[in-house]
């Protein structure tokens, strides 16, 4: 029913408005829990609640706090014993948002020493970006567009994640930001990219079922490209077709032991 409902909105042109709906439903529900995070953790740096729902679907700070602290934490443990030895690491959150997952990447890298781990954070949101550069200290940001290149040089990160960011860009943009993204990575840096997989076929419909199982990538289009409402979602097969001439698989997580986190865990070296 939620998916019919769904696709119903998109085809009446009522997305936004459903969007805007959900948004002040959750402001509401999330009202006094709210304040209670504040008031719990006062030194905390909440962004504002129409950035947090754009980019995550919920107002929660205590999700933003928790499912940023966790999913850090367990980007950088499936990293770490896969990374070439460095004295430094350079790295990229491309489609940062209002920073959830970077602000908790600044230390805690086993064997680096936190004053060598440089942080950087890319989004197309001119306003999260905006925001986290007056809030978020440790970590240098930057705006990018829905298309590349990246102000980086070559070869210049250790490693790259996309949490969610490829699920929401069309075929075309998929090729060139593998190119990208490999550009910016040194020979042997890795690439963690988060995707929509089987876990999601009950959020398709009959249609987008059978062409994810024939090992078709899948895109729900119809509202602008790289929001949360354009969704792609990822077989395997396209994923080893796609990805695979630039990028060595290294491990594909699906069901990946993190709370909150639900979609499939790539890991791949340039």
């Not at 953790?41 to 700070?61: G, K, N, R």
């Not at 354009?230 to 080893?240: L, R």
Request: proline content about 6%; aromatic content about 12%; overall charge neutral.
């Amino acid at each position: 029913m939620k998916t019919f409902l769904y696709m119903l909105s998109r085809t009446l042109h009522l997305h936004g408005m459903l969007d805007s709906c959900l948004y002040f439903k959750n402001c509401l529900r999330h009202r006094k829990p709210n304040l209670r995070f504040q008031e719990q953790h006062p030194d905390f740096i909440v962004p504002p609640t129409q950035l947090a729902f754009d980019a995550y679907h919920t107002v929660s700070y205590e999700h933003y706090h928790n499912m940023g602290a966790a999913q850090a934490q367990y980007f950088m443990d499936t990293i770490t014993p896969h990374l070439p030895q460095h004295s430094q690491i350079n790295m990229l959150d491309w489609g940062c948002g209002p920073a959830r997952i970077i602000r908790h990447m600044t230390s805690g890298w086993e064997g680096t020493a936190p004053e060598n781990v440089h942080c950087y954070g890319a989004d197309y949101n001119q306003k999260s970006i905006s925001w986290c550069r007056e809030n978020i200290q440790n970590v240098h940001f930057f705006k990018n567009e829905l298309e590349p290149p990246l102000p980086f040089d070559d070869n210049f990160f250790d490693v790259v994640i996309a949490r969610s960011v490829f699920t929401h860009l069309s075929a075309s943009m998929h090729d060139a930001w593998l190119r990208e993204l490999h550009r910016i990575l040194k020979p042997g840096g890795l690439l963690l990219a988060t995707l929509q997989g089987r876990n999601f076929l009950s959020k398709m419909t009959a249609s987008e079922q059978k062409a994810f199982e024939e090992g078709a990538l899948v895109v729900r289009d119809g509202v602008t490209e790289g929001k949360k409402g354009f969704s792609a979602f990822h077989p395997a097969k396209y994923v080893h077709t796609h990805f695979s001439p630039r990028f060595t698989i290294i491990q594909h997580v699906e069901n990946p032991p993190c709370k909150g986190l639900v979609q499939d865990v790539w890991l791949l070296r340039a």
